[in-house]
């Protein structure tokens, strides 16, 4: 008897286990999947929109690769379709970021387009070194940063905020640059105003899924931005890293926002870092709303924590 009751205690917790490990596991992008995203994806846009959007989803890592850029691009492909409110352009290529390239379209996505570290310039990654590349990608980031201004839409997820990670100008665009991150780990996410229009998704309840808590410095410091999600630091695990718990110490962290930059906006969120993720309809819904305020066509408060100096 006893030996029974060992037996099935020892297989409730292998398979607790192994249920854990399947939430941080790759997955390939698969038919089934998209349509398990179709089902979820919310049926209409939240607002009429202005007119039909295009937007460009850049798609490039030249630095560290996450699984889920593909992922990531198929589900904004669904939110688009099934929404009707946009249509999308993935790609890889950089030269998009011409002036002439980007007319066409009324925002950009960056799809965790992480570049090779130290330098985090995605351009001259792709470019290489010389005076004359330096030109172009100088070009190429600031045909981005008037884009925005010049009223268009900027929507950055997860590690897309690390693209011109060491560019004041684009920290200033973004809200902030990427500093570190706790290893991958279960995170609670609170609402900053349950009844703010871009946060409706989630029902006032927080939101629970498995992620990478990203730290942020440079631009974040101001906090020229308007919060959405709170990570509270107190309750993450840090592992034998010492080093990154001291230099978090307790406060609360945002970890999505909106603001405005020139004419334009910018959604930035740092969730998500897993396909699992997607699997949530509340995020779903947030990411089709957050991509609908950048678009112009979800009006909403966007009044920065600190103003601009
Ligand atoms: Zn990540």
Redesign the pocket.
């Known amino acids: 008897m006893k030996n029974k009751i060992w037996i099935i205690t020892f297989s409730v917790w292998m398979l607790s286990l192994i249920a854990l490990a399947d939430k941080s596991q790759k997955f390939e992008l698969t038919k089934e999947w998209e349509q398990t995203i179709q089902k979820l994806a919310p049926a209409n846009p939240t607002v009429k929109p202005l007119k039909k959007h295009k937007i460009l989803v850049f798609s490039l890592a030249t630095g560290?690769k996450?699984w889920?850029i593909p992922h990531t691009s198929a589900m904004l492909k669904i939110l688009g379709e099934k929404s009707g409110a946009f249509d999308v352009v993935v790609t890889t290529n950089i030269m998009m970021f011409k002036a002439d390239a980007l007319k066409e379209f009324d925002a950009i996505v960056l799809n965790?387009t992480c570049p090779k570290s130290p330098r985090r310039n995605i351009f001259l990654d792709v470019l290489g070194d010389g005076a004359e590349n330096e030109k172009i990608a100088k070009t190429l980031e600031e045909n981005i940063l008037n884009f925005v201004k010049e009223g268009r839409g900027l929507i950055v997820l997860?590690?897309g905020i690390t693209m011109q990670n060491n560019s004041p100008e684009f920290s200033k665009m973004v809200g902030g640059s990427f500093d570190f991150?706790p290893s991958?780990q279960k995170v609670t996410l609170t609402l900053t105003d349950p009844n703010h229009p871009l946060l409706k998704a989630f029902k006032g309840k927080p939101f629970i899924h498995s992620d990478?808590p990203y730290m942020f410095k440079n631009a974040y410091a101001d906090k020229n931005f308007h919060p959405l999600l709170i990570l509270n630091t107190d309750i993450l695990k840090y592992g034998k890293n010492k080093k990154q718990q001291e230099k978090i110490q307790s406060d609360i962290r945002y970890v999505a926002w909106i603001k405005k930059y020139g004419k334009g906006r910018v959604f930035f969120s740092s969730p998500s870092?897993e396909g699992h993720s997607f699997e949530q309809p509340e995020l779903l819904q947030f990411f089709l709303d957050g991509i609908q305020y950048a678009l112009g066509d979800l009006t909403c408060d966007d009044s920065p924590l600190k103003k601009e100096k």
């Open positions: 560290y996450h889920v965790n997860h590690g991150h991958l990478e870092h």
